[in-house]
T-cell receptor, first 114, second 116 residues
Framework: AQSVTQLDSQVPVFEEAPVELRCNYSSSVSVYLFWYVQYPNQGLQLLLKYLSGSTLVKGINGFEAEFNKSQTSFHLRKPSVHISDTAEYFCAVSLMDSSYKLIFGSGTRLLVRP | DVKVTQSSRYLVKRTGEKVFLECVQDMDHENMFWYRQDPGLGLRLIYFSYDVKMKEKGDIPEGYSVSREKKERFSLILESASTNQTSMYLC???????????????FGEGSRLTVL
């Protein structure tokens, strides 16, 4: 069975510091990978996605993620965070043989402090 | 701009009541989904529909049913609400036009249901 693991439920960080949110997945078939962000009292929106090609993917708001197939990871990074980045971040995988379904991780709450 | 609209942001219902959650999308998407979001559990798929009148169970369908009579509308029904169904419910849609785009979901703002 496929699964997505986000080990950190909450990550506190000071403004302008770098941050990494970790995501690992388990799958017997090839996958597409996604990061979604949920701001308070809102639905989720796509931050970035890896489908193929370069393993370093750039998304909106200065975020990027790197796909590491050997470690089955897709960690999200930002070199300098802002207060406005405070939100919950979800990693998700889509199986290449049934790509209309997404499997989500449990989420990581990023808390940016001044 | 893409739009997924959920009819109610907040609902309070009593145990045993029948509850309808409505979702409408204006993107002509083939796929529509209902997820449940609970703290520490992420999003869990309840049901999805890949065409009008077509539906498939997700990971946690028990206690729920769905209806898709029109392409743009997908309804989640709780036949007899229970307190353990208190949660945030998220509707989403996606296009099946090509595998690459099929995985990207567009979400509504959510419906927070409290069952007393």
């Amino acid at each position: 069975a496929q699964s997505v693991t986000q080990l950190d439920s909450q990550v506190p960080v000071f403004e302008e510091a770098p941050v990494e949110l970790r995501c690992n997945y388990s799958s017997s078939v090839s996958v597409y990978l996604f990061w979604y962000v949920q701001y308070p009292n809102q639905g989720l929106q796509l931050l970035l996605k890896y489908l193929s090609g370069s393993t370093l993917v750039k998304g909106i708001n200065g975020f990027e993620a790197e796909f590491n197939k050997s470690q089955t990871s897709f960690h999200l990074r930002k070199p300098s965070v802002h207060i406005s980045d405070t939100a919950e971040y979800f990693c998700a995988v889509s199986l290449m043989d049934s790509s209309y379904k997404l499997i989500f991780g449990s989420g990581t709450r990023l808390l940016v402090r001044p | 701009d893409v739009k997924v609209t959920q009819s109610s942001r907040y609902l309070v219902k009593r145990t045993g009541e029948k509850v309808f959650l409505e979702c409408v999308q204006d993107m002509d998407h083939e796929n529509m989904f209902w997820y449940r979001q609970d703290p520490g559990l992420g999003l869990r798929l309840i049901y999805f529909s890949y065409d009008v009148k077509m539906k498939e169970k997700g990971d946690i369908p028990e206690g729920y049913s769905v209806s898709r009579e029109k392409k743009e509308r997908f309804s989640l029904i709780l036949e007899s609400a229970s307190t353990n169904q208190t949660s945030m419910y998220l509707c989403a849609s996606s296009t099946r036009r090509g595998r690459i785009m099929a995985g990207e979901l567009f979400f509504g703002e959510g419906s927070r249901l409290t069952v007393l």
